[in-house]
Structure formats: C-alpha cells, structure tokens
C-alpha cells in the first residue's frame, strides 16, 4: 500500500553489470554504520509476494487507493473483506533467513537502523530494533475519526464473529496482506466501525495515493545522513519513497549497494548491485563475518 507509480519503470540505456560477489556487501558491513533499506523482495522467501518481477502481483491486482477507501463504503466493504482473509496468511508468516541476517547485524552493532518499505512486520519479528516502517504496519489499525490506534488481532477476532462462514477460496495473497476475491465473493461482508467512536476503522499503512508522513520521511533522511553506507535489499526502487533515500545517498557521496536479483531504478547510484537470493546471499555474508545467525556462530 504504497505511493502509486505512475509509470511502470524498465531499465534504459547501461546500468552497471550485476555481480554474485558479496564481498563488498562484507566490507560494508565490517566497517559499520550501514544503514539498511528494504523492500518486498526481503520477504518472498518468507511466503509473501513481490509486487514485481516474476510472477509480481502489480501484473494481476491494483491496490485500493486512500481515496477509493474513504469515499466509498461499498470499497471499504471489499478492502476488509480481502484484507481480513488474507491476515489469516499474512498474519502467520514468520521471518526468513534475510530477516534473521538483518538482526544479527544489528545486534553486533554493525547497523545503523534499518527502514522498510514492508508492512508485514516481519523485521521486528526477527528481532531488529528501532525499524523504521515507511509505510506503517498491518499488525495496527487506526480510526480515522478519533485516531485511536489497536492491535490487527483485536479487529480480526471482531470480524470473524461478525462474519460466520466467510471462508472463500481466494486467487493469491498481494504484499499488501490484500487476498484476491472477486465482488460476488465479498457480497454482504459486514465492516465494523471503531468500538470508541464509531468511525471508519483503516490499517495503519500508507495507501496508494496517501504520503507517507512528513516526520517520518525527515526520520528517514537524518539516518541517511548519518550512515557510512546504505544497503538495499531486495527493493525494485520502482516508487520514489525508496529511490529518494538512494539518491540522497548518492549525492552525499556515501557507498550505496543493492541486493536484488532485478535490475533496480537505483542501480546507477550503486557500488554494486548483488544478483542473488536475499537469504542465501546474507547468510554467507554472515558466515565470512563470523556473524551468528539463528543462535548459531559461523565457522
């Protein structure tokens, strides 16, 4: 639930070549103070789907915009109806070995703070500290009215009460936590207002066509300001609330390198861009630092 691209981006003209050399990834790394951006490529690995690349779900399925949300009940009906059956998969997907990889830097001081593009949780999850969530997060819900936040489970837990026997078979689950249903499929879904106020209830996450909150953009650009290197992870860079922190890093002259098995709109700032699967390639990463991941000390 992101910025809408307004343009879909393909590479033009020469980007620097990919590698499969993780080394300078290490040398980052071991020098300190890298500060990590991440994207839905992270958290493929973990059952969630990319927007983009093989198989991305922007080819199948349009996030609802903020203005189609509020403006419209029957959108809201459709929005909770998809959204509530995929938190049922969404909700219990786990960290994968990327996530794992990112906390165990940050445990051996190695990071400077890590901002997601996510909404699934899934880095707190694993155990990094003072993530940054630009987009915000599905686990919370905020009533639009009166501003008062919840936990997703509290919501869920409300629904399916309300909603007996709403069980139907859905085409796939976006990164968005959206499930694919079809109309027929969400037809007489009951939404349920804010148990305080009585207002229109909406995840705590930046639709398509909502701005991220100024403070926390200006959150984002001091860490940038602040780190000795910045580390992509598996983000295409398509939408510009990512590219702009690669940008601003580029122009301070400070190191920024990817890993992403696509070409990404920032690969022409990048020292390198990193061509292999995120888990893998941070893991042996992990290992050639001595860096324990999962409990476990490299050899």
């Not at 990071?111 to 593009?117: A, D, F, K, R, Y």
């Not at 919501?155 to 689950?173: I, K, Y």
């Not at 910045?230 to 580029?250: D, E, I, K, P």
Request: net charge neutral.
């Amino acid at each position: 639930m992101r910025m809408r691209p307004t343009l879909s981006w393909t590479p033009v003209g020469d980007l620097p070549p990919a590698t499969t050399d993780t080394a300078p990834v290490a040398d980052a790394l071991r020098a300190g103070g890298v500060l990590v951006l991440s994207g839905a490529g992270i958290s493929t690995e973990s059952g969630i789907p990319d927007y983009r690349g093989e198989g991305g779900s922007l080819s199948r399925h349009t996030p609802m915009t903020y203005q189609e949300f509020t403006a419209s009940v029957g959108a809201r009906r459709r929005y909770w109806a998809r959204s509530h059956l995929g938190w049922r998969t969404f909700g219990r997907a786990l960290p994968n070995a990327g996530h794992r990889a990112v906390a165990a830097f940050g445990r051996h001081g190695l990071l400077s703070g890590v901002i997601t593009q996510n909404v699934d949780g899934l880095h707190r999850a694993a155990g990094s500290e003072g993530v940054v969530e630009l987009h915000g997060g599905l686990d919370r819900v905020v009533c639009l009215s009166c501003g008062t936040f919840s936990p997703r489970g509290e919501l869920a837990a409300r629904l399916e009460e309300a909603n007996p026997g709403f069980d139907p078979v859905a085409a796939g689950v976006n990164p968005d936590g959206d499930a694919d249903l079809t109309d027929e499929q969400v037809a007489g879904f009951r939404v349920l207002p804010c148990t305080l106020c009585g207002g229109i209830l909406k995840p705590d996450v930046v639709f398509f066509g909502e701005n991220v909150p100024p403070q926390r953009v200006e959150h984002c650009r001091t860490l940038v300001r602040a780190a000795s290197s910045l580390l992509v992870l598996g983000s295409s860079l398509t939408v510009m609330s990512g590219l702009r922190f690669v940008r601003q890093t580029a122009e301070a002259g400070t190191p920024v390198l990817i890993v992403n098995l696509a070409p990404t709109r920032g690969d022409r700032h990048a020292l390198t861009r990193v061509a292999l699967p995120l888990g893998s390639a941070l893991t042996t990463v992990a290992d050639g630092l001595g860096v324990s991941v999962d409990g476990r000390t490299a050899a």
